[in-house]
């Protein structure tokens, strides 16, 4: 009878694995049916390779989105992964655990406040502030980096918390136990043992820099340009999209849904060397 | 377990009440498309509805071309779009003008420049003015924030100033909104929008020497302004009616008039 | 030369600390600044009014009860799907490409712009099967677009769970399902609690995807299928249209302060759940 049960169960899991798995590949589906056939009549080189982006006369290029969207999200993930993990880490590991409890829920705040309000604050505070000081049109890679990277924050850090509380006290007793200070337990020992939870929480966050739009629209500057300086405006592909999906009809239309495969390649490429760089650690091990 | 099964309890017995209570038996019309008449829509239909209690009207927004489609889809009876030209998908449907929108160019308060002619602003637009100097200003680098490529705004605007090839430097916004808050924000940008958001933060600029008010507008002195359409698909028929016909009434008119945008007088 | 540990660590700890400093800095500013904006407008007026004036006036209360809606809804309809596929990879499937490949999979969709939750939900929820702009369209896309956050944070927080839990279970004779129930997923809580967080969060803050599927409408929905409009969606359209700045300060101060709530009563009933268990 119990054989029964749990067989009953793990069909029932594996029905809810694979709606939520299809519904999730219905979504890549969508993207592809509608863009890949316009990459195809056009020439997919002419498509990434052009910088003409000017769909009134019908010139499809998004190289510069191409670039901008790199940048943007390479500085992104320069400010929110260092800060998010070196947080994680004295909260979970140099603070006294009350503390860290109180303190986590509130970063988690942070998720909450709408893409539309950084983006806000972005243009009204950080944006004349870089401009003033730093010189360029203000909204720019480095606003969008600064901003985006503030999002990514309290994804990055929430999810490291996790992973090194989830580290057995035994590997850190054993370590101090071997005469290693608090700082070499930490990072000859607590990190590598944390680095699948470590890589999760970044692989969400780049996903979340790669994929924001709201804000990433209101303090990039949305120039269809190649970039020379982290203070030129640039377009990055989501702000492409969403700045002209609303009104866009035929062809159009189908150019921007090509943007959308687009951007999922590059999601996948650089999730890839994610995965890779954590695996050649472990080898090197 | 127990918080699964809290939510999923939640759920079930959140549906189970609102699916229960299923739609009333009112009439109901969906109006959807231009962001920027989108706030007048729903006043008048706050409006309409206080008079109508029979008339369910719900307005969304989402651009001029998502109003187009839904009404050729079926899932909004009544579209809107302030364009000046209407796209061929919009051929096949009906229009009725219901109101008129003015464009205003603006600058920062701080800047010297009171009046630029049409000429002024396409040089502006493509680049060959770089500096304020050249216009009657300070000599500080000239920033210029544009709209979108499909906005309803900037092609009404391209095609009134005529023969405009934007730089490639210019900052892109998606809505009047944060045009004017960048323009607000800094001293040497310039920027056009719609004529119902300017607030006191921006200064309007004449141009070709004429002020950009209702009187000149309707003078026909002031050139840059659109119309806002009203698309349905086929015959107009009971509540998409009544609506339109409030719309267009002396006092659907009047709350336009009220709010800032230009009734079709 | 050799540098001592404890000085190595002192700088650690510095370094570590100020970066802390920093992150609590802007969190704490960003939040100052809205709640400094936004407050004055707040009043029992602007909660419990329905909007006037194009939202120049008035409250805010439809949007309030729409958020409150159509987040318990995405959430009703994520958490199961996510936490059910999270048990099923880790608790009763081997290691194999299949699940790498879907785990990757997940991970990849975790950076799909939000705008093309927002169109598919469009073109296949409100579109295509009829649904018409509402609450339940709405829900489905915010919670396909939470879905990998949630199975992959849970993931995690079973695979933390050490396998001599697991074998102790075994070794009393229970089956699978009920090890999972009653050892993996409650050690696995906190863990599976910072992704509804995060997943709830995300949603109640969701514009471009709400939008699109669950409408803008400034009414209090009466059925599944009513069109709502959130308060983030109405923060956008308030400051987008220009109409009014105070109000959309204001309607922000909102927010935070609700997620603010969600997230400390979330936290105490789970400390409370966890303390009864250990008791």
């Known amino acids: 009878m119990k054989q029964i049960g749990d067989k009953v169960v793990k069909l029932g899991l594996m029905v809810i694995a694979v709606s939520a798995i299809s519904s999730l590949l219905l979504i890549a589906l969508f993207i592809f049916k509608e863009g890949v056939p316009f990459m195809v009549r056009l020439g997919a080189g002419d498509f990434l390779a052009s910088s003409d982006w000017r769909p009134e006369k019908g010139h499809y290029g998004i190289f510069p989105m191409i670039v901008a969207s790199i940048w943007v999200t390479l500085g992104a993930m320069m400010i929110g992964a260092p800060l998010g993990i070196a947080g994680a880490v004295f909260l979970s590991e140099f603070v006294p655990k009350s503390v860290m409890r109180v303190i986590k829920p509130t970063i988690e705040l942070l998720v909450g406040i709408p893409s539309v309000v950084y983006g806000f604050i972005g243009v009204i505070v950080l944006a004349p502030w870089i401009r003033l000081h730093l010189g360029g049109a203000g909204l720019s890679i480095l606003t969008a980096s600064v901003i985006l990277g503030v999002m990514i924050l309290p994804t990055v850090m929430s999810i490291s918390i996790d992973a090194f509380t989830s580290v057995p006290n035994s590997y850190r007793d054993g370590a101090l136990a071997l005469g290693a200070t608090r700082w070499q337990a930490v990072h000859m020992v607590v990190l590598k043992a944390a680095r699948s939870g470590m890589v999760a929480g970044t692989i969400l966050g780049m996903g979340r820099a790669v994929g924001e739009t709201m804000a990433v629209i209101m303090v990039s500057g949305n120039a269809v340009k190649v970039p020379h300086s982290a203070l030129d405006s640039v377009r990055t592909l989501t702000a492409n999209i969403a700045l002209e999906m609303g009104y866009a009809t035929g062809m159009h239309r189908e150019a921007l849904f090509a943007t959308g495969v687009v951007l999922f390649l590059v999601i996948i490429i650089l999730n890839a060397i994610a995965i890779m760089a954590m695996k050649k650690r472990f080898a090197k091990k | ?265 | 030369m050799r540098i001592s540990p404890r000085y190595t660590q002192a700088a650690a700890v510095a370094i570590l600390g100020g970066a802390t400093f920093v992150t609590l800095a802007v969190l704490v500013f960003i939040v100052v600044f809205v709640l400094v904006k936004g407050l004055p407008v707040v009043n029992l007026d602007f909660l419990l009014k329905n909007p006037e004036e194009m939202g120049r006036a008035g409250g805010i209360f439809p949007c309030i009860v729409g958020t409150i809606v159509l987040t318990l809804v995405a959430i009703a309809i994520a958490l199961p799907l996510g936490v059910g596929t999270a048990i099923y990879l880790s608790e009763y499937s081997v290691e194999t490409r299949f699940t790498r490949i879907i785990r990757f999979g997940t991970d990849c969709l975790a950076g799909i712009p939000s705008i093309i939750f927002g169109l598919f939900g469009f073109i296949f929820f409100v579109t295509t099967l009829k649904m018409g702009w509402g609450i339940l369209p709405g829900a489905l896309s915010l919670a396909i677009m939470v879905l990998p956050t949630i199975i992959r944070t849970s993931e995690e927080a079973m695979k933390a769970v050490p396998w001599s839990y697991r074998e102790v279970s075994c070794s009393l004779g229970a089956t699978r399902w009920a090890t999972v129930l009653k050892v993996v997923l409650p050690n696995a809580l906190p863990g599976i609690m910072t992704g509804v967080m995060l997943s709830v969060g995300r949603s109640i803050e969701e514009t471009a995807v709400v939008i699109f599927t669950a409408g803008q409408v400034l009414q209090l929905p009466t059925s599944l299928f009513d069109s709502v409009r959130t308060m983030a969606v109405h923060f956008y359209i308030l400051v987008r249209e220009g109409i009014s700045t105070e109000n959309a300060y204001g309607t922000a101060a909102v927010l935070i302060i609700s997620v603010l709530l969600v997230n400390t009563l979330s936290y105490w009933m789970m400390n409370r759940f966890i303390a009864r268990r250990t008791k």
């Open chain 2, 1 to 265: 377990m127990k918080l699964m099964k809290i939510c999923v309890l939640m759920g079930i017995s959140l549906a189970t009440l609102f699916g229960g209570c299923g739609r009333k038996s009112t009439d109901s019309i969906t109006v959807a498309g231009s962001t920027a008449f989108q706030p007048f829509a729903e006043k008048l239909a706050e409006q309409f509805m206080a008079k109508r209690s029979d008339i369910r009207i719900a307005v969304q927004g989402g651009g001029s071309a998502l109003g187009i489609e839904s009404v050729r889809s079926g899932a909004a009876q009544i579209g809107m779009a302030d364009l000046v030209v209407l796209p061929p998908e919009a051929r096949a449907l009906a229009s009725v003008i219901v109101a008129r929108d003015s464009i205003a160019v603006i600058v920062h308060p701080e800047n010297k420049v009171s009046n630029l002619s049409t000429t002024q602003i396409r040089q502006i637009l493509n680049g060959s003015i770089k500096s304020w100097k050249e216009a009657g200003g300070n000599d500080h680098p000239v920033r210029v924030v544009s709209r979108e490529s499909g906005s309803g705004t900037r092609s009404s605007f391209e095609q009134i100033i005529g023969d405009v090839n934007l730089l490639t430097d210019a900052v892109i916004q998606n809505s009047s909104g944060t045009v004017r808050e960048t323009v607000a924000n800094d001293k040497d940008t310039i920027g056009y929008l719609s004529h119902g958001v300017l607030n006191q933060k921006v200064k309007i600029v004449q141009v070709d020497g004429v002020d950009c008010t209702k009187e000149e507008i309707v003078a026909g002195r002031y050139k840059l302004v659109r119309p806002v359409y009203f698309l349905t698909k086929g015959e107009q028929s009971g509540a998409m009616k009544a609506f339109i016909e409030y719309v267009l009434s002396p006092e659907g008119q009047d709350t336009i008039k009220k709010n800032g945008l230009l009734p079709v007088k």
